[in-house]
């Protein structure tokens, strides 16, 4: 049922508090509250911290409880844990909520437009083979395997616009 | 003893200043050289024996000072100009009818034809009270030349639109430009407008100096003369669109649609209106 335990070398998302957003590892435990907690890479100093804030990811470091720092920054840049993380779905879900959140009005059109045209050129595809598939009968095989391919490409073809925008923002 | 010594240090003082004043009046200019000889003043003359008594009497002062020299009559030419330029009393206007004698004379400024019983009491001072025309103008820092402003009131609410200046009442002057939005050349209040963080480079963009309040303020004809009923026809209801605003219109945007065009999709943009749907809070945007 649960699979990410807390242990030692468990690395944690801290979702609120002064740290909020950043990755820390549990070096130890001091009660059923709080944990002994530090992020050498991600500028969190060496602090107790309440398992409340903390949200486990799938990461485990290998180091002794209780190890100090070094330690712990050799083992975080052993298994680079920063790009894996950011390679994550999870960190990708958020910066994309950030993004989102800074969008002006001029982004907010241009995501609008781009969407626009995705979903006309989907849907384009779909009544094309709407249309194929009521005029031929019954042929559900030819009809479903060359739709979700078409789908597929449809994405990349629309100049990737929502990622364009987003792209743009990136480089601002 | 004293006293010759005083008037002998006085001649060669006078000396020295009259050859200074002499100096500088080849190496400086009359004006300013009328207004430096007044402010060369001597120290006191008469010495302090106690707080409150000098040395000299008054007698003896107004001979020291040299009074006896200094008399200055009012120049007289102004008083002639004075009395050239008063200003015309009366004027003899022409009278109608027979045996008349043509015309009167006639009291240009006439005598009041009422006084009231009690007298007006002088107003107190007031402090910082100025009128319109000296308020400070103020304008958001966000709101420079080429942003991209959304106007939340007046006819063209919802509308983007390109800002252009600050005018001197301090509201805003605007353009669509006209052929994107049908917004004109016109004026928006900075307190109902949203600044976005769009922004055109309007450089080198020279906008009409004639462009001022009064271009675009409402014109208004009334004639006293009329009876009620008439003045709601003559009051101009309807806007009428005149050549000159064309032609400004038009040399301001053909400046800006050029800059507009260079960024991609700025025009489709501008062309579109601002709205509120389900879900989307003003206050969590950013524009």
Known sequence: ?172 | MAGEKAPAEKKPAKKKAGEKKAEQKPSQKAAGDKKKRVKKYHASRNPVLARGIGRYSRSAMYARKALYKRKYTAPETKIEKKKKEMPRATITKPVGGDKNGGSRVVKIRKMPRYYPTEDVPRKLLSHGKKPFCEHRRRLRSSITPGTVLILLTGRHRGKRVVFLKQLDTGLLLVTGPLVVNRVPLRRAHQKFVIATSTKIDLTGVKIPKHLTDSYFKKKRLRKPKHQEGEIFDTEKEKYELTEQRKADQKAVDSQILARIKKVPQLRGYLRSTFSLSNGVYPHKLVF
């Open chain 1, 1 to 172: 049922v649960f699979k990410r335990f807390v242990e030692i070398g468990r690395v944690a998302f801290i979702s609120f508090g002064p740290h909020a957003g950043k990755l820390v590892a549990i070096v130890d435990v001091i009660d059923q509250n709080r944990a002994l907690v530090d992020g050498p890479c991600s500028g969190v100093r060496r602090q107790a911290m309440p398992f409340k804030c903390m949200q486990l990811t799938d990461f485990v470091l290998k180091f002794p409880h209780s190890a100090r720092q070094k330690c712990v920054r050799l083992a975080w840049e052993k298994e680079n844990i920063n790009e894996k993380w950011s390679a994550t779905r999870w960190a990708k879900k958020i910066e994309a909520r950030e993004k989102k959140a800074k969008m002006t009005d001029f982004d907010r059109y241009k995501v609008m437009k781009a969407k626009k045209m995705r979903n006309r050129i989907i849907k384009h595809e779909m009544k094309k083979l709407q249309r194929m598939a009521s005029k031929k009968g019954k042929k559900p095989e030819t009809a479903e395997k060359p739709g979700k391919g078409k789908k597929a490409e449809k994405a990349p073809k629309a100049k990737k616009p929502e990622k364009a925008p987003k792209a743009q923002k990136a480089q601002k």
